[in-house]
T-cell receptor, first 113, second 112 residues
Framework: NAGVTQTPKFRVLKTGQSMTLLCAQDMNHEYMYWYRQDPGMGLRLIHYSVGEGTTAKGEVPDGYNVSRLKKQNFLLGLESAAPSQTSVYFC????????????FGPGTRLTVL | GQNIDQPTEMTATEGAIVQINCTYQTSGFNGLFWYQQHAGEAPTFLSYNVLDGLEEKGRFSSFLSRSKGYSYLLLKELQMKDSASYLCAVRVTTGGSYIPTFGRGTSLIVHP
């Protein structure tokens, strides 16, 4: 099992450009999450999904959109990138059920110039 | 909203014991997780508490007091490889879903 994978690992964008970050999991998990991690700020939830075809906003959703067309994939889109979106982005997935922990992908380091 | 507090940084000596505290104020509490994150890597799961008391797993233990909104992670027989950031995450029930909120993390430095 590959677990949770993220594509790409690194990206540099210019302000105003768009891009999509792909998260894939092969564990048949119901829940998937997108976080951003900035120095001194911890992990902040952007959007999450509790199942195929469903998405919901997290703590910091502005400037991002998501889609979960297939159970194993969760896409994070930036329509018009801004320097404030420079961050490390982590995807996570979790099996439904109370005690189940999140499994994290390796992260995508995004720089917006 | 949720409020989770952890110390920013701690230092300890190899072979010693260290306790990392986490306090929280939240509604809809439904469990507390601890994760370990080495620099440049993804967080990995350490422990889960939902009832009051101590959970022990090898060198790591985690304690929860729901009435006090308090948890701690205890690391025994510290090793250099334990130098990492330790994240406390409180899970709440929102609209029927379990949503975790992370603290800012505690950076632990273990020195010889």
């Amino acid at each position: 099992n590959a677990g949770v994978t993220q594509t790409p690992k690194f990206r540099v964008l210019k302000t105003g450009q768009s891009m999509t970050l792909l998260c894939a999991q092969d564990m048949n998990h119901e829940y998937m999450y997108w976080y951003r991690q900035d120095p001194g700020m911890g992990l902040r939830l952007i959007h999450y999904s509790v199942g195929e075809g469903t998405t919901a906003k997290g703590e910091v959703p502005d400037g991002y959109n998501v889609s979960r067309l297939k159970k194993q994939n969760f896409l994070l889109g930036l329509e018009s990138a801004a320097p404030s979106q420079t961050s490390v982005y982590f995807c996570a997935s979790r099996k439904a059920g109370g005690a189940n922990e999140q499994f994290f992908g390796p992260g995508t380091r995004l720089t917006v110039l | 909203g949720q409020n989770i507090d952890q110390p920013t940084e701690m230092t300890a000596t190899e072979g010693a014991i260290v306790q990392i505290n986490c306090t929280y104020q939240t509604s809809g509490f439904n469990g507390l997780f601890w994760y370990q994150q080495h620099a440049g890597e993804a967080p990995t799961f350490l422990s889960y508490n939902v009832l009051d008391g101590l959970e022990e797993k090898g060198r790591f233990s985690s304690f929860l007091s729901r009435s006090k909104g308090y948890s701690y992670l205890l690391l025994k027989e510290l090793q250099m490889k334990d130098s990492a950031s330790y994240l406390c995450a409180v899970r709440v029930t929102t609209g029927g879903s379990y949503i975790p909120t992370f603290g800012r993390g505690t950076s632990l430095i273990v020195h010889p």
